[in-house]
């Protein structure tokens, strides 16, 4: 008897199972086993190690006694193995890698709701904050966007372009910042004649700390490839110089025009249309629709950040938490097979939806 086994999805190391990985990543195993092997077991030692978001593609997949599934990768010349969660002597569980639907990598801007400490690693946890910290309605631009594995709330993980560490979206159910809009396009910009140079920065925000040292003077004329438009509590936007990961602001604190703009515009507009209200969690999605045992969850799109429920009459419900839209489709007994989408929803509409599609 012949079993055809598809390909399994694309899964990507998880950078955040602890401090050691951040630099270490994953060794490939020779078997399904969390152990490496050694040259006293006369079993030779894979030397090709896995680096932390590095994406890899597998083709079989074997369960482990403690719950955990390893995955034997494609396209390697000998057996090569790798493995989902570490479970340690105390029970605890370390997530080493997950789905790539579960992870945006990109450049993405978001605001700061609240005061929040960086931390150290994609955690939540006081004993993960590093000495430095983001103020309400500060900006900051990531690489990568990662959701939590648990069910805790927690999430989506963003991880700083400049290196100092992560931050969150949402800390247990509360959220803490908002996706704003990233423009891509091509500006070509011009430092102003005020006296002094211009500081580039590590992160779209005035701070001198978060600056390199590289600075433009007045009269110099640059290219850019990103905006980051006004917050809600500044009125300055933010520039990356082409080439560079360096941002220049357009004014000052005080309102002072420090660039002109020569010429260009946006080509395309990133999250153009998200609200300017909070988005919704996951969990509280989640936790709206346990209200109504009559209704299941059937599936969760991480890209596309929609939610999907159905109910015993065949209907479906479509929730896009980001941007608090919901489409319901149903076999209405009058008029068919229809869809409805409700736009800038309240969690009371949500809720009445889930209970009368």
């Known amino acids: 008897m012949t079993l055809a086994l598809r390909n399994l999805?694309?899964?990507?190391?998880?950078?955040?199972?602890?401090?050691?990985?951040?630099?270490?990543?994953?060794?490939?195993?020779?078997?399904?086993?969390?152990?490496?092997?050694?040259?006293?077991?006369?079993?030779?030692?894979?030397?090709?190690?896995?680096?932390p978001m590095e994406k890899v593609y597998c083709d079989r997949r074997v369960r482990g006694l403690a719950g955990q599934h390893f995955y034997r990768v494609q396209g390697r010349p000998y057996a090569s193995w790798v493995f989902d969660k570490r479970i340690r002597s105390d029970k605890t569980v370390v997530i080493m890698m997950q789905p790539e639907s579960q992870i945006r990598v990109g450049l993405f801007a978001f605001e700061t709701i609240r005061k929040i400490a960086i931390r150290s690693k994609p955690d939540v946890g006081d004993d993960t904050k590093t000495s430095w910290s983001v103020k309400e309605g500060e900006i900051i631009v990531c690489d990568i966007v990662r959701e939590s594995p648990h069910p805790y709330g927690n999430g989506p993980f963003l991880r700083l372009t400049d290196g100092s560490g992560w931050l969150f979206v949402n800390k247990y159910g509360d959220a803490m910042m908002r996706e704003v809009q990233v423009e891509q396009g091509e500006w070509t910009c011009k430092v102003r004649n005020l006296g002094s140079s211009v500081l580039l920065r590590k992160q779209p925000t005035y701070r001198k700390g978060k600056a390199f040292e590289d600075s433009f003077q007045p009269n110099h004329v640059f290219q850019c490839d990103r905006r980051v438009p006004a917050s809600r509590i500044s009125s300055a936007s933010f520039f990356r110089v082409k080439g560079t990961r360096g941002w220049i602001f357009d004014y000052n604190k005080d309102g002072t025009k420090i660039l002109d703009l020569l010429s260009g515009g946006p080509s395309i507009k990133v999250c153009e249309n998200l609200p300017t209200d909070p988005a919704w969690s996951v969990l509280d999605v989640r936790i709206l629709a346990a209200a109504i045992p009559a209704i299941h969850e059937i599936d969760h799109n991480f890209h596309s950040r929609v939610i999907s429920f159905s109910d015993p009459d065949g209907g479906r419900t479509n929730v896009y938490y980001t941007t608090r839209t919901v489409g319901t489709a149903l076999n209405h007994p009058n008029q068919g097979k229809t869809q409805l989408f409700r736009r800038n929803c309240t969690k009371e509409d949500l809720a009445e939806t889930f209970e009368k599609p």
């Open 9 to 51: 999805p694309s899964l990507k190391l998880d950078v955040g199972a602890s401090m050691s990985q951040l630099s270490a990543g994953m060794a490939l195993r020779n078997n399904p086993m969390d152990q490496l092997q050694d040259h006293k077991q006369g079993i030779p030692l894979h030397q090709e190690i896995l680096l």
